[in-house]
């Protein structure tokens, strides 16, 4: 193995948004033997997250895995549903809504893209009025989807997934809702069904704790029926065969069988503390983290109230300050990875992840990390983030140790 | 996590052509914690792995690792050069050269299939005076390219690619030779770029000893340059953008860490040993495997005396005896796991995987379990299998213990 | 890490009888960090080892786990119980009955060594009318305890301790009885309560299938009632704080936290398997072993019918075959381990390990090292050990595959 | 496996004294499979342990390694160089030095423990003057050794090792040294040939950042000498045979050999590190930890500057505040084990751990999580200790990220 910590001692905090850091059960399971992918074992395994992967997108319809990073699931779920120089209408919420749309382009689709000019709309969620609007202008539905990014995983901004179907629906549109919710999954509340999505897009490095490598496309029956007539050539990513084996727990081709593992690891661990459970502790985590960069004096890349994301938290620096130059006083100096700001947002801000399995003390060692960093560089701070951070999270602490019986 | 040995006790026999057994260094290296795929260590250990693959495929130039299982790079290989309805020319030895076929009529393409009749075509390798004799009749130049399985994991067939090689410079004609050597690669030897392979396509599960999750397309600089003008849609697979930022050790999308940690210990393993002595290794223990066949009096699969491969061995049974019969008293009575036979020969015959970490031992255990499989399924044997294979192993043993001091 | 396998490639077969290979589920266990030892989640592991360890002796007595390996378990039997000078009557059945008389000399103890001259008593089990017959004549009383060792490690022989116990009781002497079943323990069945056993030592390397690092002493309330007057000088193995702590799931100093997860895990093995059917595998492996051995014209080393081993078989050599010469050849050119043989035995047999997690296809693969070693050696042969063994375990088969649902 | 982790989400924060957070790497080591100890690998792995060890230790001559814990060790330094009845010379400096005075009775030795009265002598090192006057005293030569802790992990004391033996040389007695440093060693600098000590006794799970399971007797030849007269009995612990097969890199009997595989690692990672700045790092992190409770108004148990443990902080609480109700608090809100004040302390303080792996943003959350449990408990705080702590760490703060290329 290649040493993977260049630091001199101790534990690496991860704290970018994603991949997230993998909790030791889940790098246990999936260090096991790898089986034999028609074999009966390989079926109980493949019907449990089969199953279990349905709860954690609240849907009822098939949701399938594929054994491919994120970036294929996009590809997948346009693939499966269009075809060639179909109009799609997406939205920039920021660089991952971006490279969406720049991927539709690649794959002969002509995207269509919505938003707010410079960088508002990566500071706001998607603005449903906007769809409606546009929607409404395409009398002859031309638009086969609407494409948003559930979680803005370069901004920290979190879009209300609900109120762009009911946008589309004002507007009596037939165009698929598709949503990437990459980041959001199993962090942020997600559900499937109730919001009428047709495609949702995940992976599973971010609030799966799991290493990258598989990815999914939650289902409707819309979608499935769409993918009949889609006329862009697809195999890999072909959802009927996928679909048609997964009933008995296999696939088509070779799964990645020691992430299925993990992935199973992980479902049990989340529904062990209960999904709503995980949403609210992301959510108070969020809270204080925020908490600590108003106190910084220091602006979150979100500026709508309603759209904090409970996954990370963007910060903007004041004015002359290179964030990438705080990035990397607080890896040599600390042994601390932060997200970068990407695209428009290079250098202008940097990342906190708060997802996946963190937890009180672990945002505190990250807070601890960014107010030193930020003061090693120079960068005027009105008070100590930290301090109020605390103040947040103990005045809302609860005693959450579980009964050891249970 | 869910039990995966159903058996009472004791070691699972994965005897299949692969997913192969993942060794225990390498099952350790994939559950380190993941990395920030955008931080130094992550460009340390990119830089690596694309350095040591290009020493598995013999080859100078890029090597395009993707973060998804061995079918998605079969569609790479297609996409980036191929435009739709181009003619392809395919050869039929088996199960997996079929469904390569099937996917190439997928994305749109017009696949020629090559073959001799019925099952013959399945019990030997490519006949390269075939292809030779089709493209001199192609004057126009319509097919694109030549895409051949150099290891058929459905038959046990190894193909020579330099004739094929051969018999396309003999006809003069300029279609891109693509080699699919999933099962291959690490266990038989293979030489991108003495045997002029355009694009070779491998997989992780097999002679690399790891889990299913990555895959693998070696260019040539004619197969680059045919991706500049191919037509097909392609964004996941798109090769420029990976090459572009491999220069650095990075991807242009999250790649998958955990099993990168495996290929870096996987490949240390394999030159430790050294990649010609792997390759001895397993014509030896395929060699005493077919004589172990032999001696039960049953065929192997492969009738071609220069195309057994050294990866597995398909057995053929007797009329009437249900090969998947034979497999479920193994796996049943001896907590082992054979392939089945595919395709034309579901039923007719079983594979037994000798890839990767195999040695001595573990062939004898997987013989044993065998002939006492084929005996409880009251299959007629002639002598003992396993008699002759130790008889073939101790007489070729040569003491392989390293140095201490090595 | 240093490199632990000086051969160039493929599983290592541990083939000595202990430690045994340690599963897969119990390697990952001992990985998991290590927990505060005076926190609750300990003191629920505690309670659990502690409950789950009785079953394995087949006890309702208290058993006490030393973080020690299992020479240290002997020593803490005669410290407990024992004071300076006293006399013990053990008996030689080989090696490590050998060294535990050694021990009980250095500890200041008299022991009197019982056993039939020469090597004979090395290849037979306890000759309890020999005990009977001393502790009569023993009307003073001065002998403090009846030590045996039930499965000889050093040379395959298992002692029937029910026979020992009446012959004590028919003698009418009030000693102590210690067992050594170190290397019996979960592999062959044993009884401490039924068989009237006062001190069961026994450690964790061989049928737990753990790493050694942890030793067990099963008490009686003799034994107990004997350690608050014994007088010899006791500390680290005094059973007294130990026992008292152990109500809650504490130890009184430092445990070895990572075997105990280890220990938790591999009695969950057990148990699922159960444990009468964990004994039925190892007599039938056994069986099946010394049937190889007696169609290779060798002899085992023990040679009452009644007294052979589930846990290892010794095989002897002929005359004039140095026994090591022959493991050096199968450990150079199979990379597989033997036992050697120990003591009076050096250089006259080797001993191979069936215990653990041992099944069908490892016997096999063991035998067919075996078999080719003795070959390599030169050493003539009568038949295949190989082919008998075989047979026997084919005849014997039943299916052993858990149903799925289970 | 139990379930070890009773709280609803994230990593377990393990900020006791002791064990300490096991790194990954090491985890991961302990993990390999077990090898034959009597097979040329292990003799491989035994002579590169041993050698480590002395370096370890500053040592020129036999570290003895045990497969046992660290109270093993204590017993084995007594009773391989004392007989029954000897006087030894013991000083309180806090509860282990009491547990070992009281092994010591146990053993049938004669302690005389000096120390200064009530808690005084919990709060500060080994008064070195004291000692000498006694041994003065002592002109028939009585005592037969000095026996003090160099690291006190009930209190966060750090005695003056070299002192102790400056004061023995200058009473002229021919006493020998025994030095627990459990948990000094290899977090705090130790020299056991510089100082003339006699026997060092330590463990693993302390600075060595292995799970509990092995522990150690560093000599000198004096007291390799004393062992061949001393009378108390010893069979296990006996040094002579273990330092005697440890020529060749063997055990007498069964090593801990997982356990060796993470002390191969360990001393790699420390070695990398380099020693001096091991020791460098937790004398900085420690100070950074006493800033913090002194910000908070609180005081540590140590009470003498130079003193101060770079393994722990005793923190004492304010008149009438129960700490152990502050430790429940903090366990049950931040997931974070604390050490409880032990013996004579009970309930008057409770102990943050920085030793092992620990880095700046470990420390960082241990201090927010002390924070904000102390204030929930309604403990007064003069200020924020989280805040001076990183002010501290900020302020001496130097890139330590070592060079990819290193």
């Known amino acids: 193995m290649p040493n993977l910590n260049f630091h001199p001692a101790g534990r690496h905090f991860l704290q970018i948004p994603g991949p997230s850091p993998v909790p030791d059960r889940i790098l246990r399971a999936i260090s096991y033997p ?30 399938v895995i594929y054994p491919a990073s994120g970036t294929g699931a996009w590809e997948a779920a346009l ?34 893209f919505l938003g707010l000019p410079g960088i508002e709309g990566w500071r706001r969620g998607v603005q ?21 990014v559930h979680n803005e995983t370069s901004t920290g901004v979190t879009t209300d997934i609900a109120a762009v179907r009911r946008a589309i629906d004002s507007a009596g549109h037939p165009a698929l809702l598709m949503v990437d919710t990459i980041s959001g999954l199993a962090s942020a509340d997600y559900r499937h069904d109730e919001w009428g999505v ?24 819309k979608a499935l029926a769409a993918s009949h007539v889609a006329k862009l050539p697809k195999a890999f990513w ?25 992935l199973a690891e992980a479902m049990d661990m989340l529904l062990e503390e209960g999904l709503e459970h995980v949403f609210a502790r992301h959510q108070r985590l969020a809270a204080a983290c925020r908490e600590g960069v108003r106190v910084w004096g220091l602006e979150t890349q979100c500026v709508e ?10 910060v903007m620096m004041p004015e002359g300050v290179d964030a990438d130059r705080v990035r990397k006083l607080v890896y040599e100096n600390f042994n601390m990875s932060l997200g970068a700001g990407l695209g428009k947002l290079k250098g202008l801000m940097f990342r906190i992840g708060h997802l996946g399995e963190c937890n009180d003390l672990t945002l505190m060692a990250t807070l601890s990390g960014c107010e030193m960093g930020l003061r090693l560089a120079g960068v005027p701070l009105k008070g100590s983030g930290v301090v109020a951070a605390m103040d947040y999270l103990q005045s809302t602490a609860q005693s959450m140790a579980r009964h050891p019986a249970k």
């Open 128 to 148: 449903a009025d906007l769809i409606e609007e546009r929607l409404k202008a395409d009398t002859e539905h031309r638009i086969k989807a609407v494409c948003v």
């Open 79 to 112: 693939t499966n549903t269009m075809s060639p120089g179909d109009t799609v209408l997406m939205y920039e919420t920021g660089h991952f809504a971006s490279l969406w749309k720049k991927m539709a382009e690649r794959l002969g689709l002509k995207p269509e």
């Open 238 to 262: 072909a959802w009927d065969e996928i679909v048609e084996m997964n009933r008995t727990g296999y696939w088509p081709y070779t799964p990645n069988t020691n992430l299925l593992y993990g």
């Open 34 to 63: 790898t089986i034999d992918h028609r074999g009966p074992e390989f079926g109980a395994l493949g019907r449990q997250v089969l199953a279990g992967i349905k709860k954690m997108f609240k849907t009822e319809h098939p949701v």
């Open 305 to 314: 109230e309603s759209c904090h994301s409970p996954v990370l938290t963007g």
């Open 198 to 221: 047709d495609v949702t897009i995940s992976g599973s490095q971010k609030g799966l704790m799991l290493p990258p490598g598989i990815s999914f496309n939650a289902l409707s029956p």
